[in-house]
């Protein structure tokens, strides 16, 4: 019997389960995928948004402006990568009214340092601007991060703190019972639980409907991304958009905390929640509107393009309701990365607010080692490191400059790493210029040697993403 269950561990599941995780509860969050942060959370635009854009008032303005103070500090105690660079909202003279409004909107929701600036100060902040951009509205808070790197860090961190976690569980039915819920997989599992916490994603809608709430209506809408080599970094230092429209914040030209350039997303509705193929057409569009920002794009530096689905509510803000031992968070589109630790610390109050006691762990720890030490130490630190354990001497992705040693604490510290993206995603292994093509081998053979399985059975991501089917030589 669990307190609180929390389903879907992406980025707002994660930060809910580790703002949890301090007080003395039994926590338990359960994910249909093979590893943490495989829906939305994957695959976004990793921008930590000022809170401009959401109308005055909203949950979404609230949480995100919150969500955005809070974020560094959070960014801090987990060892994430964080870079306060800055937005940019950039304008033709025909779409200075538009820009306009939303300077007055981001101060209407307490945004700090939002102003509108005009044609010089743009293009001396930005050498790199269409010459034609006119104005734009500047949000110094704004920020980039990596949104995967949080939520694994945070869920390792409520994993250290005594929260568990459950992979490939797919919730297949949710019953009432006379201590809270019943929660069971498709392969019949069952967990019990006080308090269930449906932060599902693209499946909120779903397990609002297992739990009786039927008027929770969400459906995709699909992003097409392409990201340049890291030489490519510093063609601009914040993140450029262009005026919204209804269907999003436009296409943007944003540095990476990791040193890429990213462009994108596309914004089309579709009906089908796995549909992550992506199109030609959304490519076209991404350089087409990336154009009208910026000038002389390097686009023979793409080193590889994918597509996010978005969760979108049908209305129009996020969709937090708690009734009944049930806290429904779903529509979590954007600006949610940005306000995840706000809608974590929202649920918190929910909670307490509905009668739940537990007193704060006395050894509660809310800091994380970063994943990505080793890289930052100097050459005596790692030699010393080397001299205690050799792993991390010797170089596995040449690319990233990552080591053994690194990929095996990726297959050992919480939560972790069962397969080749798993390994990418907490280590960088397999994210450079080559994608993989010289360290994937090795990686494989120490994710069999580390985790004590055959060859043939490691997987890309899971499932049935099989890398090696059978040797073409004999053990000779």
């Known amino acids: 019997m669990y ?49 401009f854009d959401a109308a005055e008032g909203s949950l979404k303005a609230k949480l995100n402006v919150r969500g955005s103070e809070m974020m560094e500090q959070v960014t801090r105690e987990l060892g994430v990568k964080y870079n306060r660079n800055g937005s940019l909202v950039v304008a033709f003279e025909s779409e200075r009214k538009e820009v306009e409004k939303l ?37 110094p808070t704004g920020a980039i991060i990596c949104p995967y790197e949080l939520t694994i860090a945070a869920v390792g961190n409520a994993m250290d703190n005594g929260a568990e976690l459950k992979l490939n569980f797919e919730v297949s039915d949710i019953k009432k019972t006379d201590g809270g819920f019943a929660v069971t997989s498709s392969k019949g599992e069952t967990v019990e639980t006080k308090y269930l916490i449906n932060s599902a994603g693209l499946y909120s809608d779903k397990i609002a409907a297992m739990t009786g709430d039927a008027d929770v209506e969400v459906h995709p809408r699909r992003g097409d991304y392409m990201l340049l080599d890291r030489e490519c970094g510093n063609f601009c230092s914040h993140t450029i958009f ?59 530096k793409v080193i590889t393009s994918f597509c996010g689905l978005r969760a979108v509510g049908s209305t129009g803000d996020f969709i937090i309701k708690m009734n009944d031992g049930v806290i429904t968070l779903a529509g979590i589109e954007s600006p949610g990365l940005s306000s995840a630790p706000a809608i974590a610390e929202y649920v918190e109050k929910l909670l307490t ?46 690319c990233e400059s990552i080591t053994e040693g690194e990929i095996v604490e990726a297959l050992t510290v919480n939560p972790r790493a069962t397969d080749i993206d798993g390994v990418k995603r907490r280590t960088r292994s397999g994210m450079g210029r080559c994608q993989g093509g010289f360290c994937s081998p090795t990686v494989v053979e120490l994710i069999a040697r580390e985790l004590g399985v055959p060859f043939e059975s490691v997987t890309k991501f899971g499932g049935a993403s099989v890398i090696n089917y059978g040797k073409t030589k004999g053990d000779n």
Not at 108 to 120: Q, S, T, Y
């Open 3 to 51: 307190d609180v269950v929390v389903v879907g561990a992406g980025v707002v599941g994660a930060l809910v389960a580790r703002t949890l995780a301090k007080y003395d509860l039994k926590i338990l969050i359960l994910e249909k995928e093979s590893d943490v942060a495989m829906g939305s959370t994957k695959a976004n635009s990793a921008i930590v948004h000022a809170g």
């Open 353 to 398: 607010d509905a009668g739940m006691k537990a007193d704060v762990k006395v050894d509660y720890n809310p800091i994380r080692r970063p994943a990505h030490y080793f890289k930052t130490l100097s050459m005596e630190e790692k030699n010393e490191i080397i001299k205690k354990d050799p792993r991390y001497g010797k170089m596995v992705c040449r």
């Open 103 to 139: 300077v007055a909107r981001g101060i209407a929701n307490g945004v700090k340092g939002v102003r509108l600036v005009e044609r010089k100060e743009l293009h001396e902040l930005e050498p790199n601007l269409n010459d034609d951009l006119d104005c734009a509205l500047l949000a």
């Open 242 to 300: 262009h005026t919204p429209t209804k269907m999003g914040k436009g296409i943007l030209v944003s540095p990476t905390v990791d040193g890429n350039l990213l462009l994108g997303p596309t914004a089309t509705d579709i009906l089908d929640k796995e549909d992550t193929k992506t199109t030609a057409e959304g490519f076209a569009s991404v350089v087409s509107k990336a154009n009208d920002n910026v000038k002389n794009l390097p686009l023979n």
